[in-house]
């Protein structure tokens, strides 16, 4: 399973695994608790859009196999 939302604040870090929340991105009020165990990219903070893919476990927890974080474009136009 995709599932796609920003990082919510309340992450938690305890050596390689990380546990977090995805919020919605559409205005609506909707939440993800996940868990991920491994390394996450650089541009995983609170606020980012990221993009996970794994499983529901059976109490109710995102169980993430990868994490991608998605960055807007750090072009600036001159003008």
């Given at each position: 399973?995709?599932?796609?939302?920003?990082v919510?604040p309340d992450v938690?870090?305890?050596?390689?695994e990380?546990?977090?929340?995805?919020?919605?991105?559409t205005g609506?009020d909707?939440?993800?608790?996940?868990?991920?165990?491994?390394?996450v990219?650089?541009?995983?903070?609170?606020?980012?859009q990221v993009?996970i893919?794994?499983k529901?476990t059976?109490?109710?927890?995102?169980?993430?196999?990868?994490?991608?974080?998605k960055?807007?474009?750090k072009?600036?136009p001159?003008?």
């Amino acid at each position: 399973v995709r599932v796609s939302g920003k990082v919510a604040p309340d992450v938690k870090k305890s050596g390689l695994e990380i546990q977090f929340t995805i919020i919605d991105n559409t205005g609506r009020d909707a939440s993800l608790p996940a868990v991920y165990y491994g390394a996450v990219p650089d541009t995983f903070k609170v606020g980012n859009q990221v993009v996970i893919e794994g499983k529901y476990t059976a109490g109710g927890l995102f169980e993430a196999e990868s994490i991608v974080t998605k960055c807007g474009s750090k072009y600036v136009p001159q003008g």
